[in-house]
């Protein structure tokens, strides 16, 4: 007979700690698949000068770039790893519109209305609480302000899923 040896259970790691351990080939990998869609979803926020954008779940800010110059940007995200490949970025690209904090987007530091544009680029399927995110990010928005929504996942629905 077969005896069953019980050894350690493995530890649960936070999401923070899985992206921290992707972040030095995140952008090489995931973020080069989602480059072209990242853009045409910042397009659709027809941003004007002066225009404050959070982006939600900013990770490696592989989306700053795509940001005019004269709005201001702020990511935040959770992992540390991922804001410190962003940081390399402003730094690199000269972004000095933008700035990265380190925070969860399901309790986000900021004051209400205080965002004319949110985006949550591939945030909103990986956060514990989505409907807890979306509340949030409507209660950060100004009247009149836009949130875009980029995601991964093939919807079945099949017009939306074809434009994906």
């Known amino acids: 007979?077969?005896?069953?040896?019980?050894?350690?259970?493995?530890?649960?790691?936070?999401?923070?700690?899985?992206?921290?351990?992707?972040?030095?080939?995140?952008?090489?990998?995931?973020?080069?698949?989602?480059?072209r869609?990242?853009?045409?979803?910042?397009?659709?926020?027809?941003?004007?000068?002066?225009?404050?954008?959070?982006?939600?779940?900013?990770?490696?800010?592989?989306?700053?770039?795509?940001?005019?110059?004269?709005?201001?940007?702020?990511?935040i995200d959770l992992s540390e790893g991922m804001l410190r490949q962003g940081l390399e970025k402003l730094e690199d690209d000269d972004l000095p519109h933008c700035q990265l904090v380190c925070g969860d987007a399901m309790l986000p530091p900021f004051a209400p209305q205080s965002f004319d544009h949110i985006v949550m680029a591939h945030t909103i399927s990986v956060v514990p609480d989505p409907a807890r995110t979306l509340l949030w990010a409507s209660r950060l928005l100004r009247p009149e302000g836009k949130l875009v929504l980029l995601n991964h996942f093939l919807s079945e629905c099949e017009p939306i899923g074809m434009a994906i």
């Open 1 to 35: 007979m077969r005896k069953v040896v019980s050894g350690k259970k493995a530890k649960k790691q936070e999401p923070s700690q899985v992206y921290d351990r992707w972040a030095g080939v995140y952008d090489l990998t995931f973020g080069k698949l989602v480059e």
């Open 37 to 75: 869609k990242l853009e045409q979803a910042l397009l659709q926020l027809h941003m004007k000068p002066g225009d404050r954008v959070l982006d939600m779940g900013v990770g490696t800010g592989a989306s700053l770039g795509y940001y005019p110059r004269d709005v201001k940007v702020v990511g």
